[in-house]
């Protein structure tokens, strides 16, 4: 008696394996723009914490250099603190279908509060990918 697969079963288990990679790769290119996309709020989430605590400290807000911020490097963003705002702009040729647009925060001071402006500086492609934002 001779001991092994058949060829149906082997066809079988080649055909459930190409329908499982078939829907998990569209799947993975999806996850890995929103893990691109998710650097920007952490970066930004990050520059309104020093700036705060900045404010709180000297009672005006301060240049990313008197904050204490550095720019990161990074591969999807660019970053430009100006005065009390901090723009994240999409670098190079963007990521999954995400090619350009910005996210901009800007301080004010009086109250401590930070205005988040992605409906009009952001590009509709990217808006999917930007978590809670």
Same mark, same amino acid.
């Given at each position: 008696?001779?001991?092994?697969?058949?060829?149906?079963?082997?066809? @079988?288990?080649?055909?459930?394996?190409?329908?499982? =990679? $078939?829907? #998990?790769?569209?799947?993975?290119? /999806?996850?890995? %723009?929103? !893990?691109?996309?998710?650097?920007?709020?952490? @970066?930004?989430?990050?520059?309104?914490?020093?700036? =705060? $605590?900045? #404010?709180?400290?000297?009672?005006? /807000?301060?240049? %990313?250099? !008197?904050?204490?911020?550095?720019?990161?490097?990074?591969?999807?963003?660019?970053?430009?603190?100006?005065?009390?705002?901090?723009?994240?702009?999409?670098? /190079?040729?963007?990521?999954?279908?995400?090619?350009?647009?910005?996210?901009?925060?800007?301080?004010?001071?009086?109250?401590?509060?930070?205005?988040?402006?992605?409906?009009?500086?952001?590009?509709?492609?990217?808006?999917?990918?930007?978590?809670?934002?």
């Amino acid at each position: 008696m001779q001991k092994g697969f058949t060829l149906i079963e082997l066809m @079988v288990v080649i055909v459930i394996i190409g329908i499982l =990679s $078939a829907l #998990a790769i569209p799947k993975m290119f /999806g996850v890995s %723009a929103k !893990a691109k996309a998710a650097e920007a709020p952490g @970066v930004i989430a990050n520059w309104e914490t020093l700036q =705060s $605590a900045y #404010a709180q400290e000297t009672g005006a /807000g301060g240049a %990313a250099a !008197a904050i204490g911020f550095q720019n990161p490097t990074s591969m999807w963003f660019t970053y430009v603190p100006v005065a009390l705002n901090i723009t994240a702009t999409v670098a /190079g040729s963007g990521f999954g279908n995400c090619t350009a647009g910005n996210i901009k925060s800007t301080y004010a001071v009086a109250g401590d509060t930070f205005d988040h402006v992605t409906g009009t500086t952001i590009v509709a492609s990217c808006k999917s990918y930007i978590p809670n934002y």
